[in-house]
């Protein structure tokens, strides 16, 4: 067990705004001599839609909440009929209308980022040495690992390709 405190103790902070202090890989080296063989498995298989675990249950209804919200908002800017019903909750529908009115994709990404971790964080509470906190942390680096793969560059490319898709097909008509 004591290795399990130095675990968590060695882990260094993550926040919305900043980097990746290490990829998912290195965390679970460094939780597989650490934690018990059936928590390894869960955690080499966390994604940010899995279901099972400790915090990851809470997080998991929190998170498909948020997406139907995205999904819903922006089935409604676009026209379309939203068919899912569900509960909506007033903080994320805020969260969810600032992010979608974001001046741009990376920017929504961000505000949205903040939200999920504090959430995280209010699910964590006074949790320390324990799995909830490690499966916070988890799930922190997953969210990090995600937006770290948009760069400004590879947006402004994609976004020319589309732009350039969608002239081709006004000019074909």
């Known amino acids: 067990m004591a290795s399990y405190y130095y675990l968590v103790s060695s882990l260094p902070t993550l926040s919305a705004d900043g980097e ?32 099972e675990g400790p915090l990851v249950e809470e997080w998991a209804v929190f998170y498909r909440q948020l997406m139907k919200e995205l999904s819903y908002q922006r089935s409604m800017r676009m026209g379309r009929p939203y068919s899912s019903a569900f509960d909506k909750e007033p903080e994320s529908a805020a969260v969810v209308s600032a992010a979608l009115a974001a001046k741009n994709p990376l920017e929504a ?8 971790f504090e959430y995280i964080d209010s699910l964590q509470g006074l949790h320390m040495f324990d ?12 969210l990090l ?16 390709h589309l732009f350039e898709q969608a002239q081709q097909r006004v000019l074909s008509l």
């Open 20 to 51: 990746m202090p290490f990829d998912y890989k290195t965390f679970l080296n460094m939780c597989e001599s650490n934690v018990s063989e059936s928590k390894y498995d869960i955690l080499k298989n966390l994604t940010l839609a899995s279901t």
């Open 109 to 116: 990404e961000k505000l949205l980022l903040n939200y999920e």
């Open 131 to 142: 799995d909830y906190l490690l499966f916070g942390y988890a799930i922190k680096l997953k």
């Open 145 to 160: 690992e995600r937006v770290s793969c948009f760069t400004v560059d590879q947006g402004k490319e994609e976004f020319k």
